[in-house]
């Protein structure tokens, strides 16, 4: 018996730890739309926050990552010792445009349209 296509979703995101938005994202034009709500949203929290760097820099890391330290690194820009409800919006926010970005390391591809790409 073979599983089926929410099987795989599923057993994908367990292992990959990656957020299930994306997992059903049916073509290209849906990833580029999501891309761009996240960035308004990046934009939003810096602006709001009166940060000191840009969405282009976020988006720059996230491109040139070679390891989880990246990660880290755009963590710790937002640590402005908010409230926990708060601090799991952005952390929310900073994991889509980890997974919603593109990377060099994936071919200037993000880790959802390397998905897409896998799945047809």
């Known amino acids: 018996m073979t599983p089926n296509i929410q099987q795989s979703k599923k057993k ?7 957020s299930s938005n994306y997992l059903l994202a049916q ?10 709500e996240i960035e308004n949203q990046l934009n939003e929290i810096i602006d709001s926050m009166n940060l000191n760097f840009s969405c282009d820099e ?14 880290h690194e755009i963590i710790s820009k937002f640590d ?6 708060e601090l799991n919006r952005i952390l929310q926010i900073i994991n889509d445009a ?3 970005f593109p990377h060099k390391c994936l071919n200037d591809l993000s880790p959802a349209e390397k998905i897409l790409e896998n799945s047809n």
């Open 27 to 36: 073509d290209k034009e849906e990833i580029i739309k999501k891309r761009a």
């Open 58 to 71: 976020i988006k720059n890391i996230i491109y040139n990552e070679k390891d989880q330290r990246a990660l």
């Open 98 to 100: 980890w997974n919603y």
């Open 80 to 85: 402005q010792n908010q409230d926990i409800d």
């Open 12 to 18: 994908l995101k367990k292992k990959t730890n990656i």
